[in-house]
């Protein structure tokens, strides 16, 4: 295990339909972030998981937008009735809580999602 | 509410120059401080961060940042840039002793250096 994995890494969908994302974290990190980066913006903080538990949520995860991390691993990310405006690079990262401070979090490669 | 501002959206260089990359920053209380970088196609990758202690910060790449608390700034440097430092950097904040996690990033900087 020698990052973050996130799959898929394009998603081209019609708006209206659903779409799922899955992050793999490292396996010694408890806790869980999704970010999302549209173009020419710095990351945008979602949700964080610390172990299955949801810590904390933007207001950007409206209520078309779930996030689960059941058994504490992997996470999925699911938007409902996909809109164009949610075409972006979606980000997962992770760390280990108590050196977290120390070296930041290990981001995944994203998933690029369009909605045409 | 914390925020980031990153004033240049670009930043050119001359390989072998040094180069600095501004971050200005707000919190409500001590801020944890970072730098990622982004190179195309590829994730974010961490720098070095700032928690407390020295105001010059060391990281990976021979990259430094100083910790400005009266400015509330946290610039990007290196004595000596390369090509391969050509990317696109983020800086980001997140408040102290809050229990929150989320970091708050600036929009970029996109450093060009050029040979």
């Known amino acids: 295990d020698t990052g973050v994995s996130q799959d898929p890494r394009h998603k081209i969908t019609k708006r209206g339909q659903n779409v799922t994302f899955r992050c793999d974290p490292i396996?010694?990190?408890?806790?869980l972030y999704w970010y999302r980066q549209t173009l020419g913006q710095g990351p945008e903080f979602l949700t964080y998981?610390?172990?299955?538990?949801?810590?904390?949520k933007s207001r950007l995860l409206s209520d078309r937008f779930s996030a689960e991390r059941p058994k504490g691993s992997f996470s999925t990310l699911e938007i409902q009735r996909t809109e164009q405006g949610d075409s972006a690079m979606y980000l997962c990262a992770s760390s280990e809580g108590l050196t977290q401070a120390n070296y930041g979090y290990t981001f995944g490669s994203g998933t690029r999602l369009t909605v045409v | 509410a914390q925020s980031v501002a990153q004033p240049e959206d670009q930043v050119n260089v001359a390989e072998g120059n040094p180069l600095t990359v501004k971050c200005t920053y707000s919190v409500s209380g001590n801020p944890y401080l970072f730098w990622y970088v982004q190179y195309p196609n590829r994730g974010l990758q961490f720098l070095l961060k700032y928690i407390t202690g020295d105001n010059l910060v060391k990281g990976s790449y021979g990259f430094e940042a100083e910790f400005n608390k009266s400015q509330t700034s946290f610039h990007l440097k290196k004595p000596s840039a390369l090509v391969s430092d050509s990317a696109l950097y983020f800086c980001?904040?997140?408040?102290?002793?809050?229990?929150?996690?989320?970091?708050?990033f600036g929009s970029g900087t996109r450093l060009q250096v050029q040979p």
């Open positions: 998981f610390q172990n299955e538990a949801q810590l904390e």
């Open positions: 980001a904040v997140r408040v102290q002793d809050t229990g929150r996690r989320a970091l708050t």
């Open positions: 396996s010694e990190h408890n806790r």
